[in-house]
């Protein structure tokens, strides 16, 4: 059984840095893509960053590029998402998914519950 | 980037009755690459149907997907009361994959 468990979130100041983790269980997990998508309060998905299976290859949304960086460690099954420089646009649950392969544009396939991030002064 | 959006934004229906929910791109979505979620209330979402069609693992066949190119639908057959939630398109076929803004379907 696939299995997705994020932490990490929390309160923080605008400026400040947090680093969210997704402990991966149930698949391979250096064979599949893995990306972080978030859902500010009430509103809808919105995509933020996607890595493949080797780390290779990496994608980010505009709105968090050169202030966020994903990467994964293979050996322990996890992936990470270091944000520094927040604001409180980035409030939001955040979310890490399993896609179907290896290549970065792709559906997901299997969610986890999230981890909150509040941004407020 | 290709827009989706999603009408209608709220569709108030019966258990039991159909669903139709569609989902437009602002360009022409390759491959079919478009994917349908459900998102109950203070849940995470979860995959019904990718490649326009195609129904997720452990999902029953009252959902259906349809379309192509620009236009796409999502249909449940007979709603259950489960079914009673937010739905989103994604697409994938071109970089970055988006989202549209959600279908929610709600108890009438």
């Known amino acids: 059984e696939v299995q997705l468990e994020e932490s990490g979130g929390g309160s923080v100041q605008p400026g400040g840095s947090l680093r969210l983790s997704c402990a991966a269980s149930g698949f391979t997990f250096s064979s599949y893509a893995m990306s972080w998508i978030r859902q500010a309060p009430g509103k809808g998905l919105e995509w933020v960053s996607t890595?493949?299976?080797?780390?290779?290859?990496?994608n980010y949304a505009d709105s968090v590029k050169g202030r966020f960086t994903i990467s994964r460690d293979n050996s322990r099954n996890t992936l990470y998402l270091q944000m520094s420089n927040l604001r409180a646009d980035d409030t939001a649950m955040y979310y890490c998914?399993?896609?179907?392969?290896?290549?970065?544009?792709?559906?997901?396939?299997?969610w986890g519950q999230g981890t909150l991030v509040a941004v407020s002064s | 980037e290709i827009v989706l959006t999603q009408s209608p934004g709220t569709l108030s229906l019966s258990p039991g009755e159909r669903a139709t929910l569609s989902c437009r791109a602002s360009?022409?979505?390759?491959?079919?690459?478009l994917a349908w979620y459900q998102q109950e209330p203070g849940q995470a979402p979860r995959l019904l149907i990718y490649d326009a069609s195609s129904r997720a693992t452990g999902i029953p066949d009252r959902f259906s997907g349809s379309g192509s190119a620009t236009d796409f639908t999502l249909t449940i057959s007979r709603l259950e009361p489960g079914d009673f939630a937010v739905y989103y398109c994604q697409q994938y076929g071109s970089s970055p994959g988006t989202f549209g803004p959600g279908t929610k379907v709600d108890i009438k």
């Open positions: 998914a399993k896609q179907r392969a290896q290549w970065l544009s792709d559906y997901y396939e299997y």
């Open positions: 890595i493949s299976g080797t780390g290779g290859s990496i």
């Open positions: 360009q022409s979505v390759s491959n079919r690459n």
